[in-house]
Each structure stands twice: as structure tokens, then as C-alpha cells.
């Protein structure tokens, strides 16, 4: 007669171990992955709906009333919840509305995590808390006041997003005369793809899309790498084997590319939830003036706001984008 062969308990009670270890090990990042893919694809397709219902708008400005004292204090706001009910809600399907000091209840988070994922910040309810820059920083002019200090509003999409408006309804139209960005930021959006539920961090389900200029506009939804290139680089050089600017983001990873000057302008008006730590200066654009290394290139500056002609043989910083 042949024996029989088999397992013992204990084997199998071994192995179920050793692949429950590994399960524990593998699935979290498995899922990481899936969660981003998701997120990915959907941030996609909500910066697509937004633009079209923007371009659908005869114009971005002048929406609700804001006044202030004196004193410089408001009196009246109602412009970004007008922007939402007087005028997204007509090119747009919105589930709830929210005015200010209501934003949880469009499922709005009071703290997210900054992309950098080093720091929690309190969620922003004003223009000047998404980023003092954009009211306190000069001007072509010299002056201030280009920019409202309007309360953010919020509202729920049909897909389950919440999404808080920070609105200018003094914004102006593409001007070379006047290249500061702070007052052709006519909308800025943050949302959070999944409301309150977690992570809450920028770059997974939190993000930010700027729509600029008031007549014709631009949508943006850059989705910044999440630190800056290690070094100052020029955007363009005809020197073998030295790095320039497009270079630098490939070098850093294949899905990875320069800003064009809008989406480098966005990351100006969301730089707190990017937080970019000590570095103010001038990031380079892949938006090109004119070849060569004595042609021009758009940088933006981080610490005023000026969108400035840079000659490409120029250093200056950089921060890539996910494609």
C-alpha cells in the first residue's frame, strides 16, 4: 500500500502566516496606487468640466457686491457665493451651495496637508489666507487693490467633490503693460476630490484649479512634483552635457514637465498648500518668447507676483508638474 502524504497543522498554519506578512506588506502600497490612479483620473475630468462651463461664461468679473470701510474692513461680501449662484450654476450642475463660514457643510476640511506632506494648515476662508501675496504684493502700478479680500464659498458637485471658490470680481484681462498675476486671478478652486474624508493632503485628493483673465479665459489644473529641482538652471543652454530647465524635470521623472506661465502663475496664487519654504525668487515656464540662449522665456517671481521676460541663459528655479 502507497503512504499517504500531506501537510501538517502546523505547516499550514506556517504559510497562512507568511502570506498574511506579506499581504500586510504589499496591499497598503497596492492600494496607495489604485487611490492615485483614481484621483489622477478624476481631476482630469473635473478641470475638463470646469473649463468648458468657464468658456461657456461671457464674463468672469463683476459678480456680487464688495465693499469695505474706511478702515479697509468689509462690510458687504457676497461675491463668491454670487459667482457660484449667479453664474457657475448656469453652466454647471451643483448639488449644494455654501456661503462663507459654512464651508464643512459642503464638506469643506478645516485642516489639509500641504504637498509637501511636512506640514497641516488650517483650510483657507479668505483671499488673503490662500496667500497674503495676492493683496499685500506690487503692482505694475506700484499700488495695491487689484484684489478683493472676498470670503471663500463652496459647493458640492454631482460626483461627490467639494470644491471651495476664492473669487476676484475685480480681476482684468491679459495685458503685457501689466504683468502681475494677482489681479488676473479671476477664480481660484480648491477641492477635495472625496470632501472631508482623509488623506486631506495636496497632491492626492486635494488639489487647486485657476481660472485667469476675465475676458477669454484660461483654466488651469496644475499638479506640482512634489519639491523643487535640486538647483538653479538656465531654461535653455547650448553647452554639452549641462542641464536646463526641461531637462531638469525629465531628469527627476518621464511623467514629469516644465509649467507652462499660467499653470506657473496657479502655483503662485496656491503657493501656501504647495508651501515652497524659503524660496521666493523666479521659477522658469516652458512658455517661450523667442529661441536660443539670448531669446526671452516667462518666469514667474513667488515673492511679488511678477510674470516677467527672462533671457533663457538666466538661472532661475524650478518646479515640474505631473503630466
Not at 49 to 54: D, E, V
Not at 91 to 103: A, M, R, S, T, W
Not at 188 to 193: A, H, V
Not at 271 to 300: F, H, R
Request: charged share 20%; proline share 4%.
Amino acid at each position: 500500500m502507497k503512504k499517504k502524504k500531506g501537510f501538517t497543522l502546523a505547516e499550514i498554519l506556517i504559510t497562512l502566516a507568511i502570506i498574511g506578512i506579506v499581504a500586510a506588506i504589499t496591499l497598503p502600497s497596492l492600494l496607495v496606487n489604485v487611490n492615485e490612479k483614481a484621483w489622477d483620473a478624476q481631476k482630469k475630468a473635473l478641470h475638463a468640466r470646469l473649463a468648458q462651463a468657464i468658456g461657456q461664461m461671457n464674463t468672469l468679473g463683476g459678480y456680487g457686491t464688495y465693499t469695505e470701510d474706511v478702515e479697509g474692513t468689509a462690510t458687504t461680501d457676497t461675491a463668491a457665493e454670487s459667482f457660484i449662484l449667479d453664474a457657475l450654476s448656469k453652466v454647471y450642475k451643483i448639488n449644494n451651495v455654501c456661503g462663507p463660514d459654512k464651508l464643512s457643510s459642503c464638506g469643506i476640511p478645516s485642516k489639509i496637508t500641504t504637498l509637501d506632506a511636512v506640514s497641516e494648515i488650517n483650510f483657507p476662508t479668505k483671499m488673503s489666507e490662500l496667500n497674503e501675496k495676492l493683496l499685500n504684493g506690487l503692482h505694475a502700478t506700484g499700488e495695491d487693490g487689484d484684489v478683493a479680500d472676498t470670503k471663500a464659498a463652496a459647493f458640492e458637485t454631482v460626483n461627490g467633490e467639494s470644491i471651495a471658490v476664492f473669487y476676484n470680481p475685480l480681476c482684468s484681462s491679459d495685458s503685457t503693460a501689466n504683468r502681475y498675476v494677482q489681479d488676473k486671478m479671476c477664480v481660484n478652486f480648491i477641492y477635495d476630490l472625496n470632501g472631508a474624508e482623509g488623506p486631506n493632503q495636496v497632491g492626492k485628493d486635494v488639489g487647486f484649479i485657476t481660472a485667469f483673465y476675465n475676458k477669454n479665459p484660461i483654466v488651469v489644473a496644475p499638479v506640482p512634483y512634489s519639491s523643487d529641482y535640486a538647483s538653479t538652471v538656465k531654461q535653455y543652454t547650448e553647452t554639452e552635457g549641462q542641464i536646463d530647465a526641461p531637462t531638469a524635470c525629465k531628469t527627476m521623472g518621464e511623467d514629469l514637465r516644465l509649467p507652462d506661465r499660467d499653470e506657473l502663475a496657479s502655483l503662485f496664487v496656491n503657493a501656501p498648500l504647495i508651501n515652497l519654504g524659503e524660496n521666493n525668487g523666479y521659477y522658469w515656464s516652458g512658455s517661450v518668447i523667442s529661441l536660443g540662449t539670448s531669446g526671452l522665456a516667462w518666469a514667474q517671481s513667488f515673492n511679488s507676483g511678477n510674470r516677467a521676460h527672462y533671457t533663457r541663459s538666466a538661472a532661475n528655479s524650478v518646479r515640474c508638474l505631473k503630466r
